[in-house]
């Protein structure tokens, strides 16, 4: 292309960092910074950040990014049109609107200090843990939005003091970082989008507003919220402070929806993202279709005030990456993520041992709060290898239940061939996709830009501001044509009964929260 055509910024806010990708008009990236930031654990369970220093990340991020694609040449500074936006979902921070200060550090998604909260709600509602199913499509979960929400409110004497003086703003991460980067205290805008609140519990899937009946159940005041916007429209303008001052925020999206877009998923189509966790959606179009099997029904993406909205099932992974990390960091068995694959691979299989990463419990298909990790099987014939293999291993046999109950629930709507397509940093791992196939039975297709989220949010900002065409943006076969296919070789008899063995292991990590020195 000519360095004179037009560009896309996208910020990519995840759980352990952030990113800002500058995107040339073929959604090309041609300039990237990344940062990680810290992660606070201050008690068993329990999952913080620091909502200023994420903020500081991203204003890293982006001036880094301009200044090495200013190096090479593009005029980013006059030929930027629009900027995405997609987030690490659930996690939640209630801040000050007179100072903008936040009032506690956000509370992460994985983190299940709310259990107790999610057990008294379970007990006191008429429909017990899916009370609220209808409406939102979630269960009560320690993972959702709301219950953090609450925990803050009864547990944050500075919450509870700027609520009552309509001083609180309550966000994800998204609503966040939109208000920052549209004024802050000074005419910050206050907003979300259909997908971020459709992971609150508070959102109602058919009327894509905020259910005025579980904010009244839950005692929660609906003036804390923000307003919901869809994924691909003009939000507001950066504000001065910023670099690209007055471009337009024109797209916003969850991670997982926005990796659904940046792999080009339509109807009857599933992609599965190995981040720190793993997070399997299928694009169900314009129907919602209820879970009967431990899934969630959830938006997949709504692409312009007027557009349709697509539904999706989703089934969450709360452990993926996070497992290795726990490797690396804790265990120390290894010393950077990417050796995994090496030792992994001098073992044909993990003999016999399975690994369930339970740290804060089971999410999706399971929703066991009371798990804990196991790791079951060992002999004196073991070695860290079988272990490290054992560990890729839990990662493809959880986003494996994920992928069978949503087999069970979408019926219809799946595609005559089903291709998993994958995404995320984990993906690099070749024995973890060779390992997916096999205990899958089905192909696994990598792209070649593994990046898919922060694309997916560049082309909802491109889509938003008429740089880009649906047509374009759902074009697989021109988005596959460099991908890597990964096909199944295990042996019918030997994936049944290694899914048989990983079941076992499984039901041995219930009943543990409780357990005491």
Known sequence: MAKEDFFIGAIDQGTSSSRFIIYDDSAKPIGSHQVEFTQFYPQAGWVEHDPM???????????????????DGFNVDKNLKAIGLTNQRETTLVWSKSTGIPLYNAIVWMDARTTAICSRLEKQLSGGKSHFVESCGLPISSYFSAVKLLWLIENVEAVKEAINKKDALFGTIDTWLIWQLTGGLKGGLHVTDVSNASRTMLMNLKTLDWDASTLQELGIPAEILPKIVSNAEVIGNVAAGWPFTGVPIAGCLGDQHAAMLGQACCKGEAKSTYGTGAFILMNTG???VKSAHGLLTTVAFKLGKEAKTSYALEGSVAIAGAAVQWLRDSVGMISSSK???ELASQVESAKGVYFVPAFNGLFAPYWREDARGVCIGITRFTTKAHIARAVLECIAFQVKDVLDSMHKDAGNVESNEFLLRVDGGATVNNLLMQIQAD??????????????????????????VGLFKEEYIFDSKDKMKDAIVFHPVMTQEVRTKKVDSWGKAVVRSYDLADLTL
């Open 53 to 71: 220093e994420i903020l500081e990340s991203v204003k890293v991020c982006v001036a880094k990014a301009v200044d090495k694609a200013t190096a």
């Open 286 to 288: 314009d129907e919602i």
């Open 439 to 464: 205990l899958t039975g089905n192909a696994v297709i990598r792209p070649s830009d593994i990046e898919t989220t922060a694309r997916g949010a560049a082309f909802a900002a491109g889509l938003a």
């Open 339 to 341: 050796e995994i694959e």
